[in-house]
């Protein structure tokens, strides 16, 4: 077979959801793309077009495309995270040899351009479902280190809402708070395995100025003086979900309490208060995504307000010398 190889431009973003469409299709793993919402995560200031993507054509159709996304800083290790897809008619040996062998050589360059003191890591996910994938990775000499879960909560059963600490302001969010949030999220998982502090340009394009990003549904508890975010919800709203599943879902992307106010029930509190605010707008279902082993033990508070396993991803890491 014949394919012509090229980096993605702005202009494949149509052909590039229908090849999610069909993977999805083959292997449904509950990710539904419109073009727009490609576009959006592509241009993430992480990602150079002409660098850090790949595609492969037969003709029209894109069959095949890598994608590397660097991150805002290398504690110890800078780790570059995988994203690929391969059209499910055209998985074999050549094109699977094709793209890791990519990612390790445009890794080696995007690293070198960023942070070349320190260690190189790629990161990649695969969803139980995709075993084709799993075993590319794993031939390939990537490592599983870690297990995802994806939950979900029916917001016609929560459970009763604990009540939230008076003592702590609570406020919906607005731009104003777009610098405290981001400072939230960085101390709050710097422990995270895998995680890194994100830069206020990733921030802003990826969460709070995102498209989907639902201010009217995402929730601060601040500080007495109102200077500091101590607990936060945010959240996003997915139309393509939706158009493609009948269920208006709720996506709860962030859930952070400051290390001294753990342990309190604060974050199950302020999660339930989003559910209880969600179900009255409409959405019938809400959705999230943990590490399994969170030092922080996120997934039992998830579960005490509702959420349960929905479906797994597993993490995988690939040392790469260079």
Known sequence: MSLTW????????????????????????????????????????????????ISAWDGG????YGLLRRRDAANPAHMVRVETLVHPGYRDDAIAARL????????KRIHAKSFPDAPLELHA??????????????ASGYEHARWFVDMRADLASIP????????????????KYEELTLRSRNETFADHWGSTAQ???????????AKDFQPDLSFLLLSPD????VAMVLSAFFASDEAATGVKDLYVSHVATDAGLRGRGIAGALLGHTLVKAKAKGFQRASLNVDQDNTHRALGVYERVGFSEHQRWAGYVKPVPT
């Open 6 to 53: 090229r980096p993605l431009t702005m202009d494949d973003m149509p052909r590039l959801a229908e090849t999610f469409a069909e993977a999805e299709r083959v292997e449904p793993i509950d990710e539904h793309y419109s073009a727009e919402d490609l576009a959006e995560e592509i241009s993430s200031p992480n990602v150079d077009l002409p660098t850090a993507t």
């Open 61 to 64: 159709t894109l069959v095949a």
């Open 100 to 107: 890791t062998g990519w990612f390790e050589e445009a890794g």
């Open 125 to 138: 996910a695969a969803n139980t479902k995709q075993r084709w994938l799993s075993g590319v990775l794993v």
């Open 160 to 175: 009763p809402v604990e009540p939230l600490p008076e003592e702590f302001p609570l406020v919906t969010y607005e731009d």
């Open 199 to 209: 830069s206020p340009e990733a921030w802003r394009h990826l969460v709070v100025g």
């Open 226 to 229: 109102r200077d500091k975010v």
